[in-house]
């Protein structure tokens, strides 16, 4: 605003500026007239010339600014003005100081008329540019009082000053009802705009409309705006019920919604009404109005009745909805999400203790859909959440509501679980109903479930707590295979809780110095001497002693505490190794989950080169389920492994997913039978001592050496040398040793003949 407001003081200027250059120069012509031959040439000269260059220069200046009052001017163009009255009073000061005293009394009078004519045009014409008024007219009579009050003619200087502080209150005062014109025309320009804007709005088709009732509540002045929004005559409308009109065909039926009583009651007690949501029909499809009304008087003081606008909302209640749907609702699958679930599961934990019964919670994890979106894609892995759900969803009755938790998780929440047979079959018919196969994308795809079950109150009063314990029993559901299901257990926490521990104690564990291997000899089968090592690892804590591997090996694999924990193994492994005898080789174990990082080849690459061990005296033992998970890189891995001259050898065969197809496609060196199958074999099982005889065949055929695991009896020696193994590894022979007595037996060199 103040920009337009300076812009006006500008035009308001230019209007007057030939004025103002007229006054100066005929001024200035009148004064070199009067004062001719009484001061020097040069000096009356330098006044014409500084009139003549500083007077144009500022009509030229007034005349170049747009001949509009509507623009915008900024603060350096008002300031510049400054500039100007000051040059233009420094310039006509000459008059009073220079020329008053050379003039005869008559003419300096006359020079005092010029000037007061002057100050008074500035008055005028300057108005608009107030400070340059201001500095104008009192810069002349700071020079014409000064030398009045310097001469002692005290009555004319004061004369002067006043007459000066007059004119320059008038400009003030033209100037500010310039200011408060200018500043008024704007205002009611914005408030015409914005009454356009309004009425503009009030034209269009989605605008507010106004209705308005009697004392008896029947409309009257319909607006063919609010006409229109009922889709009716207002001919039609005017005089019938408001509330009849609201209700549509409900009204005869008496079955209005909540929000129509509630504005019933409101102008039945005369009470104002702001923005009430109500449904409406209209020509039979459902709308949203917004209402607001307020009650009217007549001059009396009587009710005359309502006053109101209403508008249509639907558009924003659908929006809303939608987005309230979105908060609540998984926006792939469309069944209720996380936050829905967690409030349906705390809804049933209060109704169960209110009532004293139970209700239930199952987790519901998807075994093997990552192999479907590391396989197939993401798209299809989303098409598959998808038909779970429907399936799911088909399961599901008025007891029991399934949501999705996110990922491959989904959740059901049963009101009353009071019969646990009926929770036990429902995750029964989950696990088989989902385990069928689904037709995907031209793929036919197999996954199964896995589900863990928790029951209130028994485990859990929450529901953070049993979401906890059915997270819990869904682990151990997971831990087993899958495919199952588990109930919760008091164990399940204490497991957990010591696998927290383990893992908090596990992550300082390497740093700590705590891990350490043990050294268990493996000899030849024949004569019983020794042909290496297998190194084993160990973990010594300092106050929970002794921890085995099978449980602390695991939960290294899940927090990827492995691949730090195995590349150690590796270089410690090596650096041992090469204090041995040449013949004598080491054999380290490796997680899948170390296969599946192509840094791993240089970690075996560099752990070789730092310790100088050949490359044909390190073996990694891997078992089957490396080759389980197509796609990882693992047998890329072990190809560039075994590239570097390591050998290679298949841990626990024949207890898994055994299969020919890798035992052909990647070159081992060996094949370990698993100790399960010498126990058996000992104890004269038929079938155990097929499955060695099969293996020591295949490998012969292919090459490969046998090594028996778990011999710890003589007779078990016997028997296994008899089926044709060329290594063995056990108990009978030695136990895993520290690393000094294994390094120790390494460099003896003579035969290992059985355990001290």
Known sequence: MWARIRSAQLHGARQLALFMLAAHLVGAVIVAMMVAGLVPAWQLQLFLGA??????AAAFRRLRTPDASDGYADVAEIRGTYVEGAALALAWSAVPLVFGPAAAPASAVGLWMVLSVLMTAAAIALAPLVVAAALFIGGIAAAVAVPLLLGGAHVAAAATTLFAGLLIVI?????????????SELTLVERDETVSMLLREFGDANADWLWETD?????VKASPRFAYACGLDPAAIDGMPFLQLLAGPTWESGDVAPALRELAEKMKARDSVRDLALPVS????PRWWSITASPRFDAQGTFAGFRGVGSDVTEQRVTADRIARMARFDTLTGLPNRLHVNEALTRALEEAAHWRTRCAFMM???????????TLGHPVGDRLLGRVSERLAQMMGENEIVGRLGGDEFAVVVRDARDPAKVEGLARCIIDRLSQPYDVDEHTLYIGASVGVATSPRDGETAETLVRSADLALYRSKERGGGVFHAYEPQFHSDAEERRVLELALRK???????????????TADDGSLRGFEALLRWQHPTLGAISPAKFVPIAEETRLIAPIGEWVVRTACQEAARWPAEVTVAVNVSPEQLHSPQFVQVVASALAQSGLPAHRLELEVTESV??????????????????GVKLSLDDFGTGYSSLGYLSRTRFSSIKVDRSFVQAAARGTPEAIAIIRAVVALANSLGMATTAEGVETEGELGMIQELGCTRIQGFYFGRPLPVDEAR????????VTRAA
């Open 51 to 56: 009139i003549a260059v500083l007077a144009p």
């Open 171 to 183: 400009a003030i005062g033209r100037a500010r009802a310039l200011v408060d014109l200018r500043g």
């Open 215 to 219: 004392a008896a509540r029947r409309i």
């Open 282 to 285: 209209i020509r039979g499809k």
């Open 364 to 374: 519901i994890d998807l075994d093997r859909f990552k192999a479907v979106n590391d």
């Open 509 to 523: 564990a390497l740093q700590n110095g705590e891990l350490h291997l043990h050294y268990q000899p493996v000899v």
């Open 627 to 644: 080759f389980l998970r197509e796609g990882t890189g693992a047998t890329k891995v072990l190809e560039r492994v075994l590239d570097l």
């Open 744 to 751: 120790s037996l390494a460099t003896r060199g003579s035969g």
